[in-house]
Structure formats: structure tokens, C-alpha cells
């Protein structure tokens, strides 16, 4: 017997106005990627229009608020500045940052950015996950001088993010260099909850509705799994 694929959760990442959070939605995203203050990477807009933004997205879709803070207390400031309802953190925190995000922040979501390296990153993927509702595994750079957070528009090792996918026990997006001709491909090998994209469906820094209407396209290419 067969049953048809799940189609992942998609989260639209950079986005930067009420109109492209719109344009995403049509299309079928389920979560929207608001990004602040960055030390390097695309995308990022000043706190007041990710409030503005989050503001009018309705539910269920949710709203990522990426930040580079890594002090609780910054990071509570910000998102009741902002009002997303899902904290992304780019960079690693201290593990009791979780629970004390948690006490300031109840119902908000909280997403652990793992910059996917090497067999290091599924240990250190492993050690997050109880700690958070779920795990998101880019292809960034924290240890350059200049960190690299995400945006890179890089695919790293999927062998790496598929066994954290199996082992972690929580819902993981997968992020880094997915497009339309890579995205069945990146299904097959890592079996995420959810895909992150940016920079494949933008032109010249913008949302570009025909990259959307591909992307889309080829995510819902009939595929089949075994029941």
C-alpha cells in the first residue's frame, strides 16, 4: 500500500513588506521570516515594520522573528517590541536562555538556528532540541570574524541534517540553498517538518512572484512514500 507525501511546512524567510508577506501567503506559506539587526546577511528590516508586518499576518501562519541577540532579557525586549509569535535565534544562547525566554515570553515559540558544519553540529543539534519546540539547520558561519547567521543561499551536508531530523525528537526546518531544482531532492534526503527559503525566490532583493509560482510548482509534484 502506498499513501500520498506530507508536503512540508514552508517558511518564506526575508521578507520586507505587507505586501510581500501577502504575496507569500497566497502562495501558500505557512510561516513568515522577519528579519532585525544582522551582522551580515540580506534581508533585514527596522523593528517598526516587522511590528507593522506581524500586525496584519493572520492566523494560523506564523510569524519568525530572527534574531542576533543572544542576552534574554535583549531578547524579551525585542519581540514584545516587534510582536511576532516565533522567536528564531541565529546564534547560539546559553542553555538556560531557554527557560528563562520561556518565564518572559509564554506562548511564544522559540526555534534554534544550527548552522549545520559538520558531525559537531548534530551533537550540538541534539543537545538544543529538548529545550526548544523546534530546530532550523542553516548553512551559515557563526566563527568568522564577521559572523555569517544565515542568507547565504549555501547547501550544506543534508547526511548531517537528515540524522538530526531522525534523532532530535522535534520538529526541524531545513534551510540553506533550496530551490525549485533541489527541493524533491531535499525532501527525499532529509524528511524535515519544514523548508526555509530566501534568497532562490527574490530578484534584485525582491519577493519575485514568478520564482514563487516555481518553487511552489515543483513542491507539489506528485510523489508517493511507502504507508
Known amino acids: 500500500m502506498t ?12 521578507i520586507g513588506s505587507v505586501a510581500e508577506a501577502r504575496l507569500a501567503i497566497r ?12 551582522p551580515s546577511g540580506p534581508g533585514p528590516i527596522d523593528e517598526q515594520l516587522i511590528a507593522q508586518i506581524c500586525a496584519t499576518v493572520p492566523p494560523p501562519i506564523a510569524t519568525f522573528l530572527l534574531t542576533s541577540l543572544t542576552d534574554a532579557d535583549a531578547i524579551i525586549d525585542q519581540q514584545r ?29 522559540l526555534v534554534q538556528v544550527v548552522h549545520v558544519l559538520g558531525a559537531e553540529s548534530v551533537r550540538e543539534a541534539l543537545t538544543i532540541a529538548p529545550h526548544v519546540d523546534a530546530l532550523l539547520l542553516d548553512s551559515g558561519n557563526p566563527h568568522l ?8 543561499g549555501r547547501v550544506h551536508d543534508w547526511a ?8 532530535c525528537g522535534k520538529p526541524v526546518f531545513l534551510a540553506g540553498g533550496l530551490r525549485a531544482e533541489n527541493v524533491r531532492s531535499a525532501i527525499d534526503a532529509v524528511q524535515a517538518f519544514g523548508l ?3 534568497s532562490s525566490v527574490r530578484s534584485d532583493g525582491r519577493l519575485d512572484e514568478s520564482k514563487l509560482a516555481v518553487f511552489f510548482a515543483a513542491l507539489e509534484q506528485p510523489g508517493m512514500l511507502p504507508a
Request: positive net charge.
Open 3 to 14: 499513501r500520498m507525501r506530507t508536503r512540508p511546512r514552508i517558511k518564506i524567510c526575508c
Open 27 to 38: 502562495y501558500g506559506a505557512d510561516a513568515l521570516g522577519l528579519v532585525s539587526a544582522m
Open 81 to 109: 517590541r516587534c510582536g511576532a509569535n516565533t522567536l528564531q535565534l541565529v546564534d547560539a544562547v546559553a542553555l538556560d536562555t531557554y527557560a528563562r525566554l520561556r518565564r518572559g515570553l509564554p506562548g511564544i515559540r
Open 145 to 152: 570574524a564577521v559572523k555569517e547567521l544565515g542568507g547565504t
Open 160 to 167: 548531517h541534517s537528515a540524522r538530526i531530523v531522525r534523532e
Open 196 to 198: 526555509d527559503l530566501c
